[in-house]
């Protein structure tokens, strides 16, 4: 695909997370790419990406625009809408923020890797709303039915959809009504082995926000007793730190290495929220060790019950603790060697060749009709 030009549309780039790391491997399957944006901080991404020719929309010149990018998202279908990509022939979205409602030649291939349709507009809108001062509320109901109008009718701009998950897949089939194949996102599993030494302590890695369930983990930990620790920051962790007894240890973030030890060496990973994908479960498999998971969301594609790990039912307090306690029946049972190759089916070698087959088969179908 050397003699064609490919244009990347990624959301907005002020951080290196999982939607990152996808852009990582689109940017390795695709040399010679631009990359459109929204707002772009060059300090917060890898080499890879400030390596190439990054682009932003009119947002990059407004006041704050680094740090207050998602106040700005009213203004972001228009910005899209102001890009030229006339000249490529391949136009390649990531969507999570508004990415997908750019306006390509009629002869260019639209394909839409879809972390999420916009959450805050659809399935979690009433959480954000919920949690917004009066001011925001108010002029949320207005503006996000705007959003929802323009964010449905620019669905059918794409081409092909790829879901990162099945739970995706069926998020993009009732919020839009376009169907989408899936290949899930890829995890860096050759960077994490196993220990020799597993300790007492269980592990939660992740944000302190409200959807993470931290708080279900800490109350379920304060009345078991259990060793536990809290890996992340976030608007919650003053509440959470006065919420939690001695036997729980936060420690606000890891380097790689710490992080690699963290997993290797944890009883077993806790994973009590309802993700998209969830690739900390993944990398706790990469590590040998097993994974507690809230049954639903991405992590029913990840783990394997009762083999890599258990499932609960509910996101209760007494559920959890269920969990946990069935998991230290079933733990001599729990063979490392098995989550580490159930792992490989999401290493980043697995994404770049089933990404780039849907590519192909999609530039086939296009180029027949």
């Known amino acids: 695909m050397d003699d064609i030009k490919v244009a990347i549309l990624h959301y907005w780039l002020v951080s290196m997370r999982g939607g990152e790391r996808v852009l990582e491997s689109l940017l390795r399957l695709f040399p010679n790419a631009d990359i459109y944006t929204h707002v772009y901080d060059p300090e917060r991404v890898s080499d890879l990406i400030r390596e190439r020719n990054v682009k932003t929309t009119f947002i990059q010149k407004l006041p704050g625009a680094k740090k207050h990018y998602q106040k700005y998202l009213p203004l972001m279908p228009m910005a899209l809408e102001a890009l030229d990509l006339r000249e490529y022939d391949l136009v390649i979205s990531s969507e999570s923020g508004p990415a997908k409602g750019v306006i390509t030649g009629l002869d260019a291939l639209h394909v839409c890797y879809c972390h999420s349709p916009m959450r805050y507009l659809w399935d979690h809108y009433h959480n954000y709303r919920d949690s917004a001062g009066f001011l925001s509320r108010s002029l949320m109901r207005p503006l996000f039915h705007y959003l929802r109008i323009w964010d449905f009718a620019s669905s059918v701009r794409v081409d092909k959809y790829v879901a990162n998950s099945n739970f995706i897949r069926r998020r993009i089939a009732r919020v839009w009504g376009q169907e989408a194949s899936v290949v899930h996102p890829p995890v860096a599993t050759h960077l994490f082995s196993q220990s020799n030494h597993v300790s007492d302590r269980y592990l939660w890695v992740g944000q302190f926000t409200a959807y993470k369930k931290a708080e279900l983990v800490i109350e379920a930990f304060n009345r078991l007793g259990l060793p536990i620790t809290m890996v992340g920051t976030g608007e919650l962790e003053g509440r959470l730190k006065e919420m939690a007894n001695p036997n729980i240890e936060f420690v606000p973030r890891l380097c790689l290495d710490d992080l690699r030890t963290a997993y290797a060496q944890c009883r077993a990973l806790i994973f009590p929220t309802e993700e998209d994908f ?74 770049e060749r089933s990404f780039m087959e849907e590519v192909k088969s999609a530039q086939l179908r296009f180029y027949e009709a």
């Open 278 to 351: 969830g690739i900390v479960p993944v990398e706790a498999n990469a590590s040998g060790r097993p994974v507690i998971a809230y049954g639903s969301g991405g992590a029913t594609e990840t783990i394997v019950d009762e083999q890599t790990g258990l499932f609960f039912k509910e996101q209760t307090v007494e559920s959890l603790i269920d969990a946990i306690n069935r998991f230290e029946d079933w733990l001599p049972d729990f063979c490392p060697s098995a989550a580490m190759t159930n792992a490989e089916r999401f290493s980043t070698e697995e994404f």
